[in-house]
């Protein structure tokens, strides 16, 4: 494998790390700190331990990388005190703080790249269409998991998981986060598709030439 994206790799887990200090030594609520960023701290030692048995994309590492500075920011204010979400509030003319949106779109956007990489790779799909299928119904899933650990939360934690649910009075919260997970997944498809078939089929090719050479 070539080392030639090694620095850029280790400089997203350095700033990572950093922010992920920043974001932990004052946060609006510890606890909902903890469940936020808790997919980090399950992510990170994974992507770590399986660096050289099975790495990833670039493309993939960077999308990882940007989704976990969206949970950082979430867990520091808590979604519904996010300043960013507040702004975009006033310029659109809404009435809540939409960043928690934002992190349900992460929620689909990244996991379905994850999938799809997993999935080529391993071929265990063919047919663009059926791969298409798949993930989109993965990325489903994962942002119904998500839901019910909000709701056994809810249920654990009382009116303590109120930051965490973050659904300032929307009756509706539940499902529309599914919906824009939805559209994160759609959308990454949509766009990344192509540059995420040359990563895998250049990654593979180096991967191949490494192995073959003695």
Sequence with gaps: MSHSRTPLLLALLLIESLLLFVSGLHPYDRATWWMETAPIFIALPILLASYQRFPLTTLLYVLIFLHGIVLLVGGAYTYARVPLGFDVAHWFGWQRNPYDKLGHFMQGFVPAMVAREILIRGS????RRMLFFVVTCIVLAISA?????????????????????????DMW??????????IGAISAQLLLAGWHHRQITGFQKTHLVTQSTP
């Design 124 to 127: 265990y799909i063919r047919g």
């Design 145 to 169: 998991t998500y839901e019910l650990i909000e709701w056994w939360a809810a249920l654990a934690m009382g009116q303590g998981a109120d930051e965490f649910l973050g659904t300032q009075g």
């Design 173 to 182: 919260d539940t499902q529309s986060d599914m919906f824009c997970a939805l």
